[in-house]
Each structure stands twice: as C-alpha cells, then as structure tokens.
C-alpha cells in the first residue's frame, strides 16, 4: 500500500471532501512515501492534488532502466480544453533520485508529432525553481504554466534527467500505439521546438522486456498527470488493465473506448462536461500477486486497490470512477495462480470503499469474455464475478460491458468483428463501448436524468437500464 500523501495547496473538489496536509518542499507538492496516513474526519489519507482538474493521465507502474544523457519529449492528449495547465511528474518506484535539469511544455503543429507550434514551448518551473529532484517515494507538481490547448490536442512536456531511473508508463507495442514520445540523445534538447532534435522513439539500453527491433514500449517516463483550468465540471477517472490503456488500438489517436466516451462528453455544455483522466495499465489486475506477466515487479503497476491514492483518488476534480478490471486476475499470463472469483471480489469491495469514503460515485463495468472453455475454472470465475457486480448493489451504476460485446453464439467469445484477441475489443468494439455509456450514469445531468448518486444501483445492459436498489423507477432510454 502507498504511504502519507501531501499537497502545498489545498484544493476542494467537486462533491468530494479532500484531505489536505500542507507540507512544502521547495514550494512543490510532494508525497511522503514512509509516513503512516493522516486520520481525520474521513478514513482516506491525504494525497497530492493539484488544483483545477486533470485531463490527462498515464499511470506509471515500474522502472525501466537509467536514463543516459537524453531528453525525452512526451506527448499528452488532454480530454477537454484547457487554458492554464500543470505538469505531475514522479519517481514512484525508483531507488534513487529524479533530477531533473530542464522541463519545457509546448503546442506540437499536430497530433502525435515532435514538432512544436513555434514560440509555444515554455520552460516548467517547480516553485519558482527551474530545477527538481524528485526523491524516491516522490511526486512534484509544476508551477501553472498559461497555455490554450483545445480538446482532444496534445501538449508536449519535454524532461531532461540524466543519470535519473525511468519511472515509465508502458504503453502498448508500437505496431498498436502512436508515438507518445520521442528521444534525442544528444544531451538538453528541452528547449528545442525542432522534430530533428527528436529523431527518435524511447530506447532503454540493457532492458531484457525490449521487442526485436531494440525498443521498449516504455513511451511515457515521469509524467503521469496533467491537470489546469478546464472547461469542466469535474473528471471521470477510467481505472483499469490493457482494454483501458488501449492495448488494441491499432488506428491514430483518440481510438480507445476512453477517447471515444470523452469525445462525446466534450459535446456536453461545459457546465456539465467532464474531463477524462485514463489510470489504465496493460497487465494490471486487482487482487493478483505476483502479477502474472512479470513477476520482478517492472511490469503493469501494483494491483489497483494498491494504486488508487496516487492514480484515481489524487486527480484533481475527481467526479465519478469507472472501473473495469478482474481481466488479467481470473485469466492472463501464468506467473502466479488464477485468483478466484471471491479474492477478485473482495479487492472490489475495498476500491468501491474507498471511493465512497471520498463521497465519489463509483460505476462498475462486467469483464469481457476470454475464450475460456463454458465450464472451465476460468469461465465459472468470470460469470461469478460478473453475477456478483450486477446483482450486489455495490456499485453506484453498472455498466455491461459483457453484455455488449459478447457473441451470441458463444458467450465465452468477443463478437468475431469487434474482437482484436481474445481479450481485447478492436477499434469497431472500442467505439461500440465508448458510445453505449449513457452520459448521466457517469453523473452528466442530460435528457431529464437526474445525476447518478452513490447508492444508486441501476445496471445499463444493450438495451435498457434496470434498477436493482434504492432508486425507484430508471425509466428506459436510447444510450445518450
């Protein structure tokens, strides 16, 4: 479990009561990685949150290799528009230091591209300070940096920390992502706003996880949220495995389920627009341990009750939680034993707790067939979960996202034309997905539906909502 979290600034979300500790660190919000949690009022611990709301994020989960003598140029869709930002960078799991040199945010001239719009690049600050070292167990916030960056654009933070670990976010092979970052390794090049001073993808030298052609699929190191002034009510945190993170995107950007549902919510007015922040993590599971793709630890985050401080409940604006895990849990690789159906359950009950100890709506989503044989341990494990997110009540809002996508003529299976694998939806089930939530599940007040509230168990399966607990009457409806 994570430690004490603190912010310099207090910061009161939307609907949500924040536990703040005011402790400065060169005038930088920090975590505290050793301390025991703070108690007051509330049972949840103090975190850092920086104000406004976050619109974009990339949970990282290990560390990859050192850093040479390179700068690094990442780039970050935001979900909604915003006109002043902030940049989190961390050093969650690193046993030494991230120094960082030099820090620059920029406009590029398009999505996915190093290039910058000229005279957009303008160097971060950290207190003032245009230089941090990020301690073990650390995270640091920016200073607010004025920047207009319109909806589903990117931004391109650029860090330069030589000698520092690589606390990355893993994103998919490359032949199923576009570029997030570029490298150039040639010393500070942060600066720069030049595509030729990044010619590069990130290589990590001496990483034994690296494909066939030298490269890791580490795209993102030690930045994992940017929030600012938004055009937004508040944010939804999608807090899940590879079917979140995207694993099987295999077009341009903005493909994921997740960009599909912030593309509609960006049409929402900006009263009641949300922003959307991805904590998902290929490989990531919520109650299996070791994980069973790698069990040294480098891959696929800690299990999700293990990182929800840092990746859902710190995210400034945080309005309502989807989660969609227990995929790499009951199936996945063979590192560890299968997790039974009741410890899937049990890890839960302990985020729903906790998200409702933050008085957050928290929305659960039925896990996809795998291709388990009907009858094998694997299958009788997901139907049981399955079953048990449905008819429990426990969740705020269902979402069936198995009901959905699951072919009728076998219901072990994706529908042949919206499956990439056996696990992951393609691109035509990542849009069927995003465009079946109905916004107001999420808390959106739009067509006559009163926003979702905790306790609020109405399950949305194909067709119409049902009420199971505590709501009345959830009249039927076309998807909005």
Known sequence: MFGKWVLSTPHQRTGVAVLVSAVVLLGAAVRSANASPTKTSSAAAAFVTPPGDGVWEASLEGVHGTSPDLTVRELARVSVAVTQVRVRLGNPFGSA???????????????????????????LTFAGQSTVSIAPGLEVVSDPVTIFVPAQQDVAVSVYAPGSPIDDHTFPPFAFDPPASYINASGDTASDESASSFPSRPIIPGDTSSTATGYHPGQIWWMDLVSGRAAARGTLVTLGDSIT?????????GQRWTDVLADRLDAVPAADRLAVANAGISGNTVSRQPNPYDPTGQCCGPPAPDRLDRDVLSVPGLHTVLLLEGT?????GTNAPAAPASQVIEAM??????????????????????????????EQARTAVNDWIRTSGAFDAVLDFD???????????IIPDLRHDCYHPNAAGDALLGSFIPLWVLGVPINGHAPLRIGAHVVIDRTNPRTHRGVGHARAHRPS
């Open 245 to 253: 993170d995207g694993y099987h995107a295999d077009g341009p950007p």
């Open 403 to 413: 009901a959905v996508l699951r072919d009728p003529a076998d219901p072990t299976q």
């Open 97 to 123: 230091p991230v120094n960082v040199k030099d820090a620059w945010i920029g406009r590029p001239i398009a999505p996915g591209v190093a290039q910058l719009i000229p005279g957009s690049n303008t160097r």
């Open 328 to 332: 790499n849990d009951i199936g996945g």
């Open 349 to 378: 009950k302990l985020i729903i707790s906790r998200v409702h100890a933050e008085s957050v709506p928290i929305v659960g989503a039925t896990i996809l067939p795998m291709c388990n044989p009907a009858g094998s341990s694997r």
